[in-house]
């Protein structure tokens, strides 16, 4: 498969959505649990139970938002089409599943239940199965990130940002189902902060794009500018 095919430049967008998209579940999810980790008995009889090992679920939280805050990281690299920016995206799937799991399981000991964390997790995987897929001989010929330095994985940085943006905005409506106790929903917090983030980001999303496009048409008229001359001579 040909690095600059549509097949493979699609792949790549869809596998940088993805690791964005991941990233930021992930860092969200790490701020979210916050609440619980440190105030475990504030939350009624569902929360309580956390009490017991109040300091693993605290270290559940660090490591969830240092591991987000490198899924962007790996992300970004994702779209420079940097070294080693494949190999480093795996590293930090495969340290949001093992932690994810291990969350999971400690969660589902202590109060029989782990929501909301499984919805992050289950994410995190899937995302990792996709990039494993990529290495599929025929499939990693084209995809390969390192070689993917173009304006296709730039469309997809500036997507990537409107779609975390989006997210943030909406994350209090999504995730409802899985924060709310006692008819409060606990998704809907850090609002001004949330709001901030996610207009800046959907806003630097479409500045991207806007700016990749007028660049691309930019080129587009000199090289018909110089097409011009040509035939003229």
Known sequence: MSNNSFFAKTLRFIG?????F???FTLLGGIGT???AFNPTGFGESMAPLA???WLYILFVLSGIAI???GIRATIMLVKGTDKSYRNALYVLT???VVGFVHIYISRMLRGSSMPVDAVVYTTLATL????LFRIPYLWNGVNFENGKNNGNRLAGGSAAILLGVFTL???YTMSSTHTWGNINYADAFNTTMTLVGFTLVLSGVGYLVRLSDTGIVKKISLLKSQYKTLQY
Do not use: P
């Open 52 to 54: 017991k090992l109040q």
């Open 95 to 97: 340290a949001g599943v």
């Open 22 to 24: 991941t990233g930021g």
């Open 170 to 172: 909406t994350i209090q």
């Open 34 to 36: 916050s609440c619980a």
């Open 129 to 132: 199965v996709v990039f494993l």
């Open 68 to 70: 987000g805050v490198y």
């Open 16 to 20: 940088i959505l993805l690791m964005a």
